[in-house]
């Protein structure tokens, strides 16, 4: 089945179960080379800070690594949060990366700390930092220009590199800024799906041209499970949600991770995941491209970034490689 839009991945480097760190990475080497393989248009990488399940939090050094044992496809960050970081570290790492693998590299941000209070601390930065977003990204699209914001400050890597910039987000706010600066939108309707069609309609609205972008881009999250069987994919899911309750029960609760089942099924952790995976396609291959089809019509998105959710390496490959089959890649 042919398809009208665009098919990424958004890989968080889920550390499984029964799986190490050093596999989780392995495990990108591979999902990034197989998508590169059945021709997915991009993988993006999300910053995400002390969750045990999720290993991505260095995320230039992470797609540098992808980067060096793939060839051809394009990789990103999906995104960077940038109220981390200073807009210069930004533009010199991601710079690094636009010089060492030309045309291949892009920049998602977001204003979410990708951690909690104690993360920030970490960091050395304060909650008031997310208030500067719209200037940090106007400065670091300037670092990244041919012409810096700062009088005599280059970015050395980054200056001149036009790193491509997306921004990310779940509100309204993220849709206003991206239309104003003339940049692609990414919404993140895999873990927060309440505002996406106004905030598509809003971007869309309102978007003004810009030197990177002519016309409105629409970039959707959605969760996948594909599999052999719809039983297969089902009880995928169900191990997945399984999953990510105990571990959001668990984070600073050490105890939590010993609570029965039952009990987190009742538990505000269970509500928040039942309404991450608003938007979950899960089934074989063509039941899932159907799902993802449905999707994209009614929001009207270019591209959908697909989120494999499976409890381990080898089932998120398999839900990948069957995606693209189904859709004739």
């Known amino acids: 089945m042919a398809i009208n ?23 990108s080497v591979a999902l990034a080379q197989l998508a590169e393989r059945m021709g997915y248009r991009r993988v993006w990488y999300a910053e995400h800070h002390g969750i045990h399940s999720i290993a991505s939090a260095a995320t230039s050094v992470l797609i540098a690594h992808v980067a060096a044992h793939t060839k051809t496809i394009v990789l990103g960050s999906g995104g960077i949060m940038l109220p981390n970081h200073s807009p210069l570290t930004i ?11 030309p045309g291949r590299i892009d920049l998602g ?28 990204v106007v400065e670091l699209r300037g670092l990244l220009s041919d012409e810096s914001p700062i009088v005599g400050l280059r970015a050395i890597p980054g200056h001149g590199t036009q790193v491509p910039l997306y921004i ?17 939108y990414a919404f ?22 810009s030197r990177q972008l002519e016309r409105p881009y629409v970039i959707a999250g959605v969760n996948v499970v594909a599999a052999d069987s719809a039983t297969e994919a089902q009880q995928l899911l169900d191990i997945t949600r399984r999953n990510v309750i105990r571990n959001l029960a668990s984070r600073g609760n050490s105890e939590a991770t010993q ?10 952790h269970a509500a928040f995941v039942r309404q991450m995976f608003t938007y979950t396609a899960v089934g074989d291959g063509p039941m899932v491209l159907s799902y ?32 693209a089959q189904a859709a004739g890649m």
């Open 168 to 184: 990310l987000g779940s509100s309204l706010f993220g849709a206003q800024l991206a239309a104003r600066l003339g940049l692609p």
């Open 292 to 323: 993802l089809q449905q999707f994209r019509d009614r929001i009207s998105a270019d591209e959908l970034i697909t989120v494999h959710h499976t409890p381990s390496v080898a089932t998120r490959l398999r839900s990948v490689e069957l995606l």
């Open 109 to 136: 941000l977001g204003r979410a700390p990708g951690g909690d209070a104690a993360t920030f601390y970490a960091l050395r930065r304060t909650p008031d930092v997310a208030d500067r977003f719209p200037q940090d």
């Open 5 to 27: 839009f665009s098919l990424s991945l958004l890989d968080i480097c889920a550390v499984g179960p029964s799986e190490t760190i050093a596999q989780s990475f392995a495990g």
């Open 91 to 101: 533009a010199e790492q991601f710079g690094t990366l636009a010089e060492l693998y």
């Open 188 to 209: 993140a309707s895999h873990f927060a799906p309440q505002a996406l069609e106004e905030a598509i309609s809003l971007y869309r609205r309102d978007f003004q041209p």
């Open 259 to 268: 609570l029965d089942d039952a009990v987190l099924a009742r538990s505000p």
